[in-house]
């Protein structure tokens, strides 16, 4: 066998050598996110129960939220409570073609339900889509809000209902593309594609908070529409 022949046997073995150092990579940098995360939930007052969790309490009626639209998994999950609201950190990866998206999300939950609506950045492709189908939730008297976000919701009445003007102007400030879900009493937060980094951790928390209690302050001030 020449030299030439040679060839597709190197790059074989030249490709599966990559990919194991890839894979090597990667596991390594998930134990070291996982060994720093440990040590975040202590700082922050959380427990640590890694994988052994089965997400938070969602709504079955209104599949609304990415956890109910996607088959992923959750990995380096902390609970604990603040301010009357039960709170959930963890990462959530699913796939997305022949690729996987992972993100961190911030689950808050209280006895109050909300109606279920998927709040995110607006683009030009969403735009094009709302002219043909008119399904994004658009409020005259905001704007900018409207021009920003795309808001949908099998329950527009009481979701404008709790899109109040000062939460809509509250929301208007971030210059974070952040996601927002309502689903039965849970909301989720959180940034597109986004892992958070362990030193970040505890800032995400608190402006996730922040977020969540003007939501659910938002939602006590009306009575649901049934």
Known sequence: MNSTQFLPYLFLVGALAL?????????????????????VAQQIGFQFVGKNWSGPS?????KTSLLQ?????????????????QISL??????MGKSSVTQTVA????????????????????????????NDIDFDSNPEFSARYLLRSPDEVN???????????????????????????TLLIYRGGRPVSPSDMPAFLE???GIARTFFASDTQKKPVS
């Open 58 to 62: 969602l709504s079955s009626q209104h």
């Open 159 to 185: 979701t404008r209902r709790l899109f109040s003007p000062s939460l809509l102007t509250y929301l208007e400030q971030f210059q974070t593309k952040w996601y927002i879900e309502g689903t039965g009493s």
């Open 19 to 39: 990919v194991a150092v890839i894979i090597t990579i990667s596991l390594l940098y998930a134990k070291k996110r996982t060994r720093e995360l440990t040590e």
């Open 90 to 95: 963890f990462d959530y990866t699913y796939p």
């Open 69 to 85: 639209r996607t088959r992923g998994r959750f990995s380096n999950v902390m609970t604990g409570a603040s301010g009357g609201l």
């Open 107 to 134: 689950a808050f939950s209280q006895d109050r339900p909300l109606p279920p609506f998927a709040l995110r950045p607006e683009n030009v492709f969403d735009r094009i889509g709302d002219a043909v189908f008119h």
């Open 207 to 209: 402006e996730t908070s």
